[in-house]
């Protein structure tokens, strides 16, 4: 895909409590953005911080021109964020990064780069993770080959949501409308022509982690749920295996009682059995349980976000009519309040 000679590109940076982070963050991407021979614009999303972030975005937007604000009703989570961010962006291309500075800011010119070479999705593939613990990189590693494994869409492994799109990626993505929100999937999902560029990943500049090991479990089971039906084929198969073994066992016991006769009665032999194959029936309607909710919050047709504050940046180019288009009827579904 040609690109014009003038882009225009926008970042979009989703936070939640990054006060004591964002303004290092701006700092050095902002040294990035003025190198680039492009217009630039910063979507700042505030996802309900409750520790003065909003007011870091608001003074830094006084300063800058270039930064955008989209201030969040509440706390709706990353993935909700990133496609907050992604809806208001203007850009030929967008960049998506956490304000964290674990992903360096300086690898966007590698990212932009690319872009222009043709690709519509550059994301940066994770060579080293510093500062994280083996727990982590560990339970990191598997994830990804598993989700590979029992998925259609093949999700680029160590790979998180750092990234370029171009405007015909975003336009795409803006389609996808789904509650339950895996964007590592969906950055895949869409296909167009994809390249990675690899980078070592820094430690978190300052404050701390959201996410914890509760939140990493419950991100996993959402990525697998969402992008496979795995789970309810190995509770399929397991429930049939299950069956098959106890018939046959159920038969062996009927031959030997009809032939021997079976003076001892098999009490323990039988408790084991009933616990064992409880469980196995919990863990099947668990498995489909976790299906069926999320085709209940999906059928209620909720919008993903409501918007408390729309702050734009400075002058940006004309949208063509249809993205335009296409823009406004986001706003109006999304949930624009006034502010």
């Known amino acids: 895909m040609q690109q014009s000679a003038d882009p225009w590109l926008s970042v979009v940076v989703p936070a939640y409590n990054e006060r004591e982070v964002l303004d290092q963050f701006h700092q050095r991407l902002g040294s990035v953005l003025d190198s680039l021979p ?8 505030n996802d ?4 003065g972030t909003i007011g870091v975005m608001r003074r ?36 998506v990064i956490d304000a964290d500075l674990q992903d360096p800011p300086e690898l966007i010119r590698d990212l932009v780069a690319h872009w222009r070479e043709g690709y519509d999705v550059v994301y940066g593939k994770r060579a080293a993770r510093d ?14 080959r598993f989700i590979r494994f029992v998925s259609k869409v093949q999700i680029p492994e160590d790979t998180g949501d750092f990234r370029l799109l171009s405007r015909r990626g975003v336009d795409s993505l803006k389609q996808l409308r789904e509650q339950h929100r895996f964007m590592k999937g969906l ?7 994809q390249k990675a560029v690899l980078y070592r990943r820094d430690p978190r500049y300052a404050g701390e982690t959201k996410w914890n090991y509760w939140r990493l479990w419950n991100f996993a089971i959402e990525g697998i749920t969402s992008f496979s039906i795995a789970p309810l084929k190995l509770a399929s198969y397991v429930g049939l295996l299950t069956a098959v073994v106890a018939f046959t ?33 919990l863990l099947a309607l668990g498995v489909i349980g976790e299906y069926l909710g999320r085709m209940f919050n999906e059928t209620k047709r909720r919008p993903l976000y409501y918007v408390q504050e729309c702050l734009p940046s400075g002058p940006r180019p004309p949208m063509p009519a249809r993205s335009l288009e296409r823009t406004r009827d986001l706003e109006s579904s999304a949930g624009v309040g006034p502010g």
Do not use: C
Not at 48 to 51: A, H, L, Q
Not at 77 to 82: F, Q, V
Not at 133 to 143: E, Q
Not at 250 to 272: D, E, H, I, K, Q
């Open 249 to 281: 066992y159920g038969a062996y016991m009927l031959v030997r009682t009809l032939l021997f006769g079976n003076p001892v009665p098999g009490y323990p032999s039988l408790l084991m059995v009933i616990l064992f194959l409880g469980g196995l029936q």
């Open 131 to 144: 500062g994280e613990t083996w727990v982590k990189k560990v339970t990191a590693h598997y994830f990804y």
């Open 38 to 45: 492009a217009g630039t614009e910063i979507v700042y999303v």
């Open 48 to 51: 309900g911080s409750n520790d």
């Open 187 to 193: 950055f895949a999902w869409i296909g167009f022509p």
């Open 60 to 95: 830094l937007r006084d300063l800058d021109p270039r930064v955008a604000i989209i201030d969040l009703s509440r706390n709706y989570g990353k993935e909700i964020a990133l496609t907050a961010g992604l809806d208001f962006a203007r850009g030929d291309a967008v960049v």
